[in-house]
């Protein structure tokens, strides 16, 4: 055992503690606990009991179907693969692409050369913007009318090239996917 000393002073072991002091960091842990048991995994455990029934989500009666319903998106649900596909994509992107690139621009931008703080705080701060904001910029630069992205493409002539690119299933993910990307870049720079 580990002497520990007293507020006179004396030593005393250090053992387990004594009354209700074992309480004490359960106390202090309780509100939060109780938060995240209310607001996480409350509705995850209710979720999954759901997820066992055949229900409309309006109606007071529930018909119980065991695994019917994991069976139904497995073989007969073509949405299900897309979207395990889409999240298989989002997962690897968002893993590998703002690391890879932050990584990349860090040790680029470590070298010395004139400006190079300026371009250190040019790629760094979209990383402190809350993601609400990099939304709302990333939703004007993809506008279908006045965006900036269709605006340069009509000012050069590509009017063809012009979409609406969050509304078109072959450019929704990846217009996202690039928005995510130009957030998270500055982290891995830090």
């Known amino acids: 055992m580990v002497a520990a000393p007293t507020s006179t002073g004396e030593l005393r072991a250090a053992g387990p503690r004594k009354g209700l002091g074992w309480l004490l960091p359960w106390l202090f842990l309780a509100p939060a ?14 979720s999954a009991y759901l997820s066992f029934f055949k ?29 395990l596909r889409n999240n298989a994509i989002w997962l690897v992107a968002s ?13 680029l ?20 913007l809350s993601l609400a904001i990099v939304g709302l910029i990333w939703n004007w ?17 590509l009017t063809a090239l ?17 928005a995510a990307t130009w957030n998270a870049t500055g982290l891995p720079m830090h």
Not at 71 to 77: A, Q
Not at 141 to 157: M, S, V
Not at 162 to 178: C, I, R, S
């Open 33 to 46: 606990l109780t938060i995240y048991v209310i607001v996480v995994v409350y509705p995850m455990v209710y």
């Open 55 to 83: 229900w409309d989500g309006v109606s007071p009666t529930k018909q119980f179907v065991g695994l019917q319903n994991y069976l139904t998106l497995l073989l007969n649900d073509p949405v299900f693969w897309i979207a």
């Open 95 to 107: 893993l590998l692409l703002p690391t890879s690139i932050g990584l990349g621009l860090a040790v």
């Open 109 to 128: 931008l470590n070298q010395k050369f004139g400006g190079s703080h300026i371009f250190r705080s040019m790629f760094y701060f979209p990383a402190i």
């Open 141 to 157: 630069i993809y506008l279908p009318d006045i965006g900036l992205i269709n605006q340069i493409l009509g000012a050069l002539g």
């Open 162 to 178: 012009q979409h609406n690119w969050l509304a078109d299933p072959n450019f929704a993910l990846y217009a996202v996917m690039l």
